[in-house]
């Protein structure tokens, strides 16, 4: 977050709010291949992109700019309540004056910087078709050429020559004489260009520079809403230079260690994709060490590809390859016992198209994520099974969780199919901690009790069940309740939340799918104390006392807590190594089928 490095800029928003976010600026269709074609390869002319920072230039003042800019800047009337255009604003705070283009009519270091960042789109799996990146190279090619022109007539190459020509009066610009040498002219005295020709040219520069810079303004700021939806404010401010667009650049990523892991691994994986054979790995049966045979061959050979084994190819289970297996399995999020069973087996064969396109999905959510906004939160990541609370950027707990179960039948709610176990992703924020709760079993629960009590009359007494209204049960507080101890509340249209559990031992498997859509939470009485510590809730001293009772007490948080649950694919560890979290509700395997 770079909010508290920038200026006041709500104090400068006096027209903004008239305007909506700037429409696409370079007209016209590009296929994917040509959008592709653009990515790989630099936006700007050679002689440009290879051109080191002169001098500071001095800053633009033409009042040419203005009507260039104005003249070919588009304006859609706004659909719904009006926005701040960053586009737009940005060229209010800068006078109207350009942001990539310099006095002498060359791009500038800020026009370089976006340049060179567009070229690299597809190393973070940003699609290059809709920056429509060959016609932002022709705009570079044509300012080249406006430039060309006016340096091949020996025409001082500026914006004061510009503005000197363009002072003249009326009269004499109308003229078809060449410049006096013996008065102050624009140009060197041996040129014999017209003064009309030599202002077309003057404002052929001027309308080369102002289409150049509002498509790159256009493509930087497509570029600055995939990598922060939530960046308005800093893309005005870097665009009229108020703030550095290096550090703008660098501040729309995500937190810069997990997503500069997750490029890494994305260009690792495209390169054994685009390259490798992947090696099969054929074996039906459990392979441990010790064992030998081509099987073994099969995996060393595998785990090679995966940079996890260095040996030699000996077909011998030996403790490097053993190693090399338990790596993999903690890359893959399967229990590290060094054993080669189902679902390691099931990951070794995963393809690596397809391990490019979950870090692909990944990147995209992780930029697109509503965590980008918030400064202290709790985040639940469905696939890693796993609860963070996040203070300042940095996470200061952890939780094991287990979440809704994979399987089970397909349900409509609000107009798509979800699976009637499946936890949902959402955002709200948890509103209060509630100690000794009752559980309300729903009616579909109920139907599978009803079936677990056929064999005993009293099995609902047994194990503490209240019948209340027309056939609505609830389960009193205590020890053997299923919300367990304490339950964390948050508004939501699935009716789910986060409680306590009886059942410990399932926080011990590397895949914790197995509630009805609640998530239960590993050591849940240490987070609540966390939380009520953390808010300077009195409660937080009485939590043992409370427990030992069993009435149901609710406290509410003075500072209620953001709660994001979300389902991203791949993950990153502490040793900067991706970690491949799979697809347990066939999201991104529906996704990919409506695609194609």
């Not at 269709?29 to 992109?49: D, F, K, W, Y």
């Not at 952890?398 to 994979?406: D, K, Y």
């Amino acid at each position: 977050m770079i909010i508290g490095k920038l200026l006041p800029i709500k104090q400068v928003l006096f027209v903004a709010s008239a305007f909506v976010f700037v429409s696409v600026l370079l007209h016209g269709s590009t296929s994917a291949e040509v959008g592709e074609r653009a990515s790989n390869q630099n936006l700007m002319p050679a002689a440009q992109a290879e051109k080191q920072p002169a001098a500071k230039p001095s800053k633009a003042s033409s009042e040419q700019w203005k009507e260039q800019i104005w003249e070919i800047l588009p304006y859609d009337a706004p659909v719904g309540p009006p926005r701040p255009d960053p586009v737009r604003l940005g060229y209010q705070l800068s006078g109207w004056k350009p942001f990539f283009v310099d006095s002498r009519f060359e791009i500038n270091e800020s026009g370089r910087l976006v340049s060179a960042r567009l070229h690299s789109l597809g190393d973070e799996a940003i699609d290059p078709a809709p920056y429509k990146l060959d016609q932002l190279r022709a705009a570079f090619e044509k300012l080249d050429r406006a430039r060309a022109a006016l340096q091949a007539l020996r025409l001082d190459v500026s914006e004061a020559a510009a503005d000197a020509l363009l002072s003249m009066p009326s009269q004499a610009a109308s003229s078809r004489q060449t410049a006096n040498p013996g008065e102050a002219s624009p140009a060197p005295a041996q040129t014999q260009v017209s003064i009309p020709d030599q202002l077309r040219l003057y404002r052929d520069a001027f309308r080369a520079s102002a289409e150049l810079d509002i498509a790159l303004a256009a493509a930087f700021s497509r570029f600055a809403n995939e990598m922060n939806p939530f960046s308005g404010e800093e893309q005005s401010q870097a665009l009229s230079g108020m703030v550095p667009m290096a550090q703008i650049l660098k501040d729309l990523e995500p937190q810069p260690q997990h997503y500069r892991t997750l490029v890494a691994a994305y260009a690792r994986y495209r390169e054994l994709a685009a390259g490798t054979h992947q090696q099969s790995f054929s074996a039906s049966a459990s392979l441990r060490p010790g064992e030998s045979g081509n099987h073994v061959r099969e995996l060393q050979k595998r785990l090679q590809q995966e940079g996890l084994y260095s040996g030699s190819v000996t077909g011998f289970y030996d403790a490097e390859t053993q190693r090399a297996v338990r790596e993999f399995q903690s890359m893959h999020l399967v229990d590290p016992d060094g054993v080669v069973g189902q679902r390691t087996r099931e990951w070794l064969n995963v393809p690596f198209r397809e391990k490019v396109d979950m870090i692909a999905y990944a990147l995209n959510y992780t930029r697109h994520s509503q965590a980008r906004k918030l400064s202290r939160y709790i985040r639940i990541n469905i696939p890693q099974f796993q609860l963070e609370y996040y203070r300042d950027g940095k996470i200061e707990a952890t939780h094991r969780v287990v979440v809704g179960r994979a399987s089970g039948k397909k349900v409509k709610f609000r107009g798509r199919m979800i699976g009637e176990n499946q936890t949902p992703t959402l955002v709200s924020t948890i509103e209060q901690v509630i100690l000794n709760p009752r559980w309300y079993v729903s009616d579909r629960i109920q139907l599978e009790l009803n079936s677990e009590a056929k064999s005993d009359p009293e099995w609902f007494a047994k194990h503490g069940y209240v019948t209340w209204g027309q056939n609505r049960m609830f389960q009193r507080p205590g020890p053997g309740n299923a919300l367990g101890r304490v339950k964390f509340e948050f508004p939501n249209v699935y009716a789910v939340y986060l409680h306590d559990t009886p059942k410990k031992s399932l926080f011990e498997r590397a895949r914790r799918d197995f509630s009805h859509g609640c998530i239960r939470v590993d050591k849940a009485l240490k987070l609540a104390e966390f939380l009520l510590s953390e808010d300077n809730n009195p409660y937080a001293q009485k939590v043992e006392t409370i427990l030992k009772g069993d009435k149901q007490t609710f406290v509410k948080l003075a500072q209620p807590i953001p709660i994001l649950i979300e389902y991203v694919p791949v993950s990153t560890n502490d040793n900067g190594r991706a970690l491949f979290l799979g697809d347990p509700y066939g999201i991104l395997k529906e996704e990919g089928n409506r695609k194609t």
